[in-house]
């Protein structure tokens, strides 16, 4: 046998060629998104972002019928991101942690044995959603906004709504998801992985309100209810305070990720 018949393709096995390149990058992605859908927890998760803003459109036309000046685009879509800002995160928990609990990670391996693919498709998918989520309460937001300008006088339906609210509204959205993501990876598993992305906060939160000291040093850090503050409103941040941002991405994101990434690269898959 020569070096040639090393170097020659591999034969077809069941009319399927061995020597076939690998997925594509975007199906993949195109996979992940499916999956968001594909179980009912996850169908209704996804459902519930617009029906749950369409349902705060509807009762900020109703509860400030008398206070227009609350009805604007900026409040609008700011109040519709408070739902997306909760159920982004457990979306992309269930998108990682599925292949674990549905024990579909044999699967998905297989087919694609390159797991580092696999967690970038799901954080590429992730983003994508986080995306779609921001879009779509901005198109509520000018829908309902619509609605108050014909429906009310003035000031109701000003289009008051800055760059700097519309980026910081990604922002606090995309941090979110990434939280819920890295713990996710961590953890592969449903319910611990929603536990610790809702209970380590809180528990940071508390601790910062019960010792003043640790809110004025450390907790302007570590605390990601105090880091993702400064970008609650219309203005821009600072550099400091995206510093702060940064740091705090870094302890509760990019740790948790990175050794969940060591994990799913190096667990027995069953």
Known sequence: MT???????????GGIDVDRPGIPFARLVRVELRKLVDTRAGFWLTASIGVIAAVIMVAMLIANRNDPGNLNLGEFFG???IPTAIILPILAILL????WS???ALTTFTLEPRRERIIGAKLVASMITAVAAVAVALVLGIIGNSIAAVAFADPAGAWGLSVAGFVNSFVIQAFGL??????AALILNTPGAIVAYFALPTALSVVSELVPWFKDNLGQWVDTTLTNMPFQSGE??????????????????????GIGLVRVMRSEVK
């Open 79 to 81: 109040m519709m991101n």
């Open 178 to 183: 990434l939280l819920g993501f890295g713990f």
């Open 3 to 13: 070096v040639a018949d090393f170097r020659a393709p591999l034969p077809t096995c």
């Open 102 to 104: 549905q024990r579909t």
């Open 236 to 257: 821009w941040a600072t550099g400091g305070e995206w510093a702060r941002l940064l740091v705090s991405g870094v302890i509760w994101i990019a740790l948790p990720l």
């Open 96 to 99: 990682v942690t599925g292949e």
